[in-house]
């Protein structure tokens, strides 16, 4: 749980009116001039209401500029970030042919597979000519090649389960799925804090939703004990069954999952639990098999375990892991895998590589030695951000660490400030997060050398004091005193 310093909360709450009523100002006046110019709607209601488009004509236009740049080169620890200009206050953008050469803070690169590697390249290049980009066709149709065999087989037996299914797509993995495993008289019990894509999964499903307090294993077992006391709404029969969804790290709090915990209280009330891994796969745990591996979980103890591979893997989809039964029962019923196109090969040879190097299939130990990297970085990146008075949020071990903005005004003044010194960082802001509790998300990878983070480091600590971002004190810095020995006092002095 976050505290926000009083005077902050304040001062955020001060800024966000101020913008509410300069954007209704101008909304006002707005009105009166178009009243006295011709309407081309002819009869058509207005596609975007004054009020339902309020938040980005007047706030994040403002902004937009920190959003959405482009890229011209692979996501590694440095890229090229296209500059753009605008000639009407940031309401359209217009790309130039100048490129920044910038350190990449904001990718979910996590072990460097997103830039061409030795061994995994070559295997796509190779599986890009023999299968070509796309199958053009679903899995059930003609979509189905031996890499996706392979890619399935390759997963489930990465995450420690009998049989997966994979996806073309990480966000339809949760919000196609949850709709299959349960429906109408279900119970579904969401951690406060999950993923937009389980969000709208678990509201298309139909079952009744419950949340808990953001990874309070006490305050799931109460709602778990509530509800199944309860039982459904008006007929108070029992549920059909019930799904604990958590995830195993959270995207925009950086914290670790309390999962030993929470899996107790479901198995105490006998609750399915559904995993999602988009995070903690590949990044997390002593052979990267996540946050099971890293917490000591039994995988047979986690029901439906779902991760993605566009973090640690540097490709695209996500995948289902679990039973042979209930995969089996996806592929027959599930509408993500009956009618969108299959995942593309290219990308599943990617997939396979990349796990073949972190187990040390690649006859190396690169694997390993990306695993350590990872872990190292992240822990050292964290520890000095706390040191220098930054609001840090997050766990050990854990590769994403938001760093605290709260005011409106820190978010663009942050990212550019940084950009200017060749930093590219994300922000994040309302809807993605509370309107108080707006953020930089940093995700650092394996990628990462030592000089590149110290480099960031220093960026970071002169844009938080301008902007006036460390709501801490810092620690001071330790002189390491270097004392001359002089012969005759500390010394003998041999003739």
């Known amino acids: 749980m976050i505290t926000i310093p009083y005077l902050t909360a304040l001062s955020t709450y001060f800024s966000y009116g101020l913008l509410f009523a300069f954007g209704q100002f101008r909304d006002f006046f707005r009105k009166i001039f178009d009243w006295w110019q011709a309407s081309n709607l002819q ?3 207005p596609i ?3 009020l339902e488009d309020f938040y980005i004509r007047r706030l994040y236009l403002r902004i937009q500029d920190c959003f959405g740049r482009p890229i011209a080169s692979a996501p590694d620890a440095w890229f090229d970030v296209v500059e753009r200009y605008s000639n009407d206050n940031n309401k359209t953008l217009k790309r ?11 990718s979910y690169n996590y072990l460097g597979f997103a830039a061409a590697d030795e061994y995994c390249t070559p295997r796509v290049i190779d599986s890009l000519n023999r299968f070509s980009a796309s199958t053009c066709s679903t899995r059930v149709d003609g979509g189905t090649t031996t890499l996706h065999k392979e890619l399935e087989d390759c997963v489930a037996n990465f995450v420690g389960k009998p049989a997966a299914v994979v996806f073309g797509m990480g966000y339809v993995t949760n919000s196609a799925i949850l709709p299959v495993i349960i429906g109408k008289g279900g119970l579904i019990i969401s951690d406060s804090l999950n993923h937009n894509s389980i969000v709208n999964g678990a509201r298309g499903s139909g079952a009744t939703i419950r949340v808990f307090q953001h990874n309070t294993p006490s305050h799931l077992e109460k709602v778990l004990r509530e509800q199944i006391a309860e039982g459904q709404p008006r007929t108070h029969r029992p549920w059909k069954k019930i799904i604990v969804v958590v995830e195993g790290i959270y995207s925009m709090e950086g914290e670790l999952c309390k999962l030993p915990e929470i899996v107790a209280v479901c198995k105490k009330y006998k609750a399915y639990v559904y995993l999602d891994e988009a995070h903690s796969i590949g990044a997390v745990g002593k052979t990267g098999r996540g946050v099971c591996e890293l917490l000591g979980v039994d995988t047979a103890d986690v029901d439906i375990m779902m991760g ?3 973090k640690s893997f540097g490709s695209c989809g996500g995948y289902i892991a679990g039973s042979k039964e209930l995969i089996q029962y996806l592929k027959y019923t599930c509408p993500a895998h009956l009618y969108a196109t299959s995942i593309s090969p290219p990308a599943a040879q990617q997939i396979i590589s990349s796990i073949k190097v972190i187990l040390g299939e690649d006859g190396s130990s690169r694997g390993a030695q990306k695993l350590a990297r990872i872990r190292e970085n992240s822990n050292f990146f ?4 706390q040191k220098m008075g930054f609001e840090v949020l997050g766990d050990n071990d854990s590769p994403v660490m938001p760093i605290m903005l709260y005011n409106p005004a820190k978010i663009p003044a942050f990212s550019r400030e940084c950009l200017k010194q060749n930093i590219a960082v994300v922000t994040v802001a309302f809807p993605a997060t509370p309107l108080l509790l707006a ?3 940093i995700c650092i990878s394996a990628s990462h050398t030592r000089e590149d983070l110290l ?8 844009v938080g004091d301008l902007v006036g971002i460390k ?4 620690e001071p810095k330790k002189e390491l005193q270097h004392q001359e020995q002089q012969p005759g006092k500390d010394t003998i002095k041999l003739e």
């Open 43 to 45: 009869g058509y209601a």
């Open 48 to 50: 975007c209401l004054g």
């Open 96 to 106: 130039t042919e100048k490129i920044s050469r910038c350190l990449n803070l904001g």
């Open 308 to 310: 993605t591979f566009t």
């Open 382 to 385: 964290r520890s000095e951000l």
């Open 439 to 441: 953020r930089a998300r």
């Open 455 to 462: 480099k960031a480091l220093e960026v970071i600590s002169q």
């Open 471 to 474: 709501y801490f004190p810092a």
